[in-house]
């Protein structure tokens, strides 16, 4: 009986890799520099190597790895076609059906990374206890990775979850990285905290300890907690559109969790403070008794979630 999995999350600058018992036990883990030159077309078998060189050095044979699970960014298949990972290069690639061949037909399971992050932190992290959950990544952009009865929700071509281009604001004049206007993303992320931030320092001639540092969405929710009025301002800004969002989810999917990650989220549960009030004057009544927890995981997420993919 195998007693090994690999866990594999593949990020724009590194891939981070995990190696496994079966009960969720990480044993090791390391990272090598995603290389994605010539569309990424070294990326599976720099993987591979690393994959078959863990095994050389931890003296484990092929018969003894139940497989290796892996996550990237973009929509993914269940059947493993990545379609248009823009930041590795890949227009369209069976990385399950690549990384198997690379690995000498050893099983491989795949997954977008944000939903195989979701399923990480049900697994072993913030969301422990629930197979109902969405996981909701609050950095650069806003990532969502959505559970029902402990399975990955996928969609017809491997993009659903991607609740960070939701639409919260019809009067917006900036356009979201995606090529829309007035998405979540552009309000709940760490680029959308401080795109609010700056706007209200310019619409606004309060004092503010904001004018006196880099506006960032840490300084943001760091001037929160010293009860920074105008910072409070943008808070419920960003807590108006989030909890608006999050309910229109809430409606659909009923969770038993959120479970709220990304850099954002080490401003910890005051979060929750502002989100609350709009979900719950959205959300619809019979999915309002939510619970909102904080991610535990951090960036062992995606590998964690990965490994789970192969039990």
Same mark, same amino acid.
């Given at each position: 009986?195998?007693?090994?999995?690999?866990?594999? %999350?593949?990020?724009?600058?590194?891939? !981070?890799?995990?190696?496994?018992?079966? *009960?969720?036990?990480?044993?090791?883990?390391? *990272?090598?520099?995603?290389?994605?030159?010539?569309?990424?077309? $070294?990326?599976?078998?720099?993987?591979?190597?690393?994959?078959?060189? $863990?095994?050389?050095?931890?003296?484990?044979?092929?018969? %003894?790895?139940?497989?290796?699970?892996?996550?990237?960014?973009?929509?993914?298949?269940?059947?493993?076609?990545?379609? !248009?990972?823009?930041?590795?290069?890949?227009?369209?690639? &069976?990385?399950?059906?690549?990384?198997?061949?690379?690995?000498?037909?050893?099983?491989?399971?795949?997954? =977008?990374?944000? &939903?195989?992050?979701?399923?990480?932190?049900?697994?072993?992290?913030?969301?422990? #206890?629930?197979? =109902?959950?969405?996981?909701?990544?609050? #950095?650069?952009?806003?990532?969502?990775?959505?559970?029902?009865?402990? +399975?990955?929700?996928?969609?017809?071509?491997?993009?659903?979850? *991607?609740?960070?281009?939701?639409?919260?604001?019809?009067?917006?004049? +900036? @356009?979201?990285?995606?090529? =829309?206007?007035?998405?979540?993303?552009?309000?709940?992320?760490?680029?959308?905290?401080?795109?609010?931030? =700056?706007?209200?320092?310019?619409?606004? %001639? $309060?004092?503010?300890?904001?004018?006196?540092?880099?506006?960032?969405? $840490?300084?943001?929710?760091?001037?929160?907690?010293?009860?920074? *009025?105008?910072?409070? +301002?943008?808070? !419920?800004?960003?807590?108006?559109?989030?909890?608006? #969002?999050?309910?229109?989810?809430?409606?659909?999917?009923?969770?038993?969790?959120?479970?709220?990650?990304?850099? /954002?989220? !080490?401003?910890?549960?005051?979060?929750? %403070?502002?989100?609350?009030?709009?979900?719950?004057?959205? @959300?619809?009544?019979?999915?309002?008794? /939510?619970?909102?927890?904080?991610?535990?995981?951090? &960036?062992?997420?995606?590998?964690?979630?990965?490994?789970?993919?192969?039990?």
């Amino acid at each position: 009986m195998a007693n090994y999995i690999f866990g594999v %999350d593949v990020g724009g600058t590194s891939v !981070k890799m995990g190696l496994f018992d079966t *009960e969720g036990n990480v044993l090791d883990k390391w *990272e090598i520099p995603t290389r994605t030159e010539n569309h990424g077309e $070294k990326i599976l078998p720099d993987i591979a190597a690393s994959i078959q060189e $863990k095994m050389a050095q931890k003296s484990i044979a092929k018969e %003894d790895v139940a497989g290796v699970g892996i996550g990237a960014p973009g929509p993914v298949e269940k059947s493993g076609i990545v379609h !248009k990972a823009v930041n590795l290069g890949w227009e369209e690639m &069976n990385m399950k059906e690549e990384l198997t061949r690379l690995l000498g037909g050893m099983r491989v399971e795949g997954g =977008n990374d944000a &939903n195989v992050a979701a399923l990480g932190e049900m697994w072993k992290g913030g969301g422990q #206890g629930h197979k =109902n959950l969405v996981a909701v990544t609050l #950095g650069t952009g806003v990532g969502g990775g959505i559970i029902i009865n402990g +399975e990955i929700m996928t969609g017809s071509t491997g993009a659903g979850g *991607e609740i960070g281009h939701i639409h919260v604001e019809d009067n917006e004049t +900036e @356009a979201c990285g995606c090529g =829309n206007f007035g998405c979540l993303e552009e309000y709940a992320s760490a680029t959308g905290i401080t795109r609010l931030a =700056n706007r209200a320092l310019k619409a606004s %001639d $309060k004092d503010s300890v904001l004018r006196k540092g880099e506006v960032s969405a $840490k300084a943001v929710f760091d001037a929160v907690k010293e009860g920074d *009025e105008l910072a409070i +301002e943008v808070a !419920k800004q960003f807590g108006e559109y989030l909890g608006k #969002g999050l309910g229109v989810i809430a409606g659909i999917i009923n969770p038993e969790i959120f479970v709220i990650g990304g850099g /954002v989220s !080490k401003a910890g549960e005051v979060l929750f %403070d502002y989100i609350r009030p709009s979900f719950e004057r959205t @959300a619809f009544h019979g999915s309002q008794n /939510v619970i909102f927890a904080l991610a535990t995981l951090g &960036n062992d997420a995606g590998i964690y979630g990965a490994a789970r993919l192969l039990l």
